[in-house]
């Protein structure tokens, strides 16, 4: 049974999907260079701080990061590809080679990047923002190393998930 929103979509078709792809590749990739600039440079400097700078820089850092430009972009980057995938499935795209990319992105996306950061990162955060500066966990060095490389880890799942995106957009019709 067809929606009246199934029919909107369908009064262009695939516009509205081709426009969503791009949408969702932009948050994709703005999510996969927050990252990647992250594990190519920030964590690079962290590594050579001691263990009270690393507690003092970790903290401001997580602190700093929670702000509604990022939030809107990280939110986003699952919002829009999530809408955009059931609208995929629904109009019968997802068999089609652009439909499988963008499915597939989407998966490793949630999986690989957010569920990472859900499950690993903020969790890591929380235990890093009680530590203090003066007197720093004795496995500082640990827990500095694990959060570096999860970090790599949803780094690489954005990257493959914005390629996955961009291979959609240039799939799409074929």
Do not use: C
């Given at each position: 049974?067809?929606?009246?929103?199934?029919?909107?979509?369908?009064?262009?078709?695939?516009?509205?999907?081709?426009?969503?792809l791009?949408?969702?590749?932009?948050?994709?990739?703005?999510m996969?260079?927050?990252?990647?600039?992250?594990s190519?440079?920030?964590?690079?400097?962290?590594?050579?701080?001691?263990?009270?700078?690393?507690?003092?820089?970790?903290?401001?850092?997580?602190?700093?990061?929670?702000?509604i430009?990022?939030?809107?972009?990280?939110f986003?980057?699952?919002?829009?590809?999530?809408?955009?995938?059931?609208?995929i499935?629904?109009?019968?795209?997802?068999?089609?080679?652009?439909?499988?990319l963008f499915?597939?992105?989407?998966?490793?996306y949630?999986?690989?990047?957010?569920?990472?950061?859900?499950?690993?990162?903020?969790?890591?955060?929380?235990?890093?923002?009680?530590?203090?500066p003066?007197s720093?966990?004795?496995?500082?060095?640990?827990?500095?190393?694990?959060?570096?490389?999860?970090?790599?880890?949803?780094?690489?799942?954005?990257?493959?998930?914005?390629?996955?995106?961009?291979?959609?957009?240039?799939?799409?019709?074929?």
């Amino acid at each position: 049974m067809r929606t009246d929103a199934m029919l909107q979509v369908d009064a262009f078709p695939g516009r509205p999907i081709v426009f969503l792809l791009a949408i969702s590749t932009v948050l994709g990739g703005l999510m996969a260079g927050f990252f990647f600039a992250y594990s190519v440079s920030v964590v690079l400097a962290l590594r050579t701080l001691s263990a009270a700078e690393y507690t003092t820089v970790m903290k401001e850092i997580n602190e700093k990061v929670l702000n509604i430009i990022f939030g809107a972009v990280f939110f986003g980057a699952v919002v829009v590809p999530i809408g955009s995938a059931t609208i995929i499935i629904l109009q019968g795209y997802a068999t089609t080679l652009s439909g499988q990319l963008f499915l597939a992105g989407v998966s490793i996306y949630l999986v690989g990047t957010f569920l990472v950061t859900a499950r690993v990162h903020i969790p890591m955060n929380n235990h890093i923002a009680t530590w203090s500066p003066v007197s720093p966990p004795d496995d500082w060095a640990t827990v500095q190393a694990r959060w570096t490389r999860w970090n790599h880890i949803r780094m690489g799942a954005a990257l493959v998930s914005f390629a996955l995106y961009l291979g959609a957009i240039v799939s799409f019709g074929v």
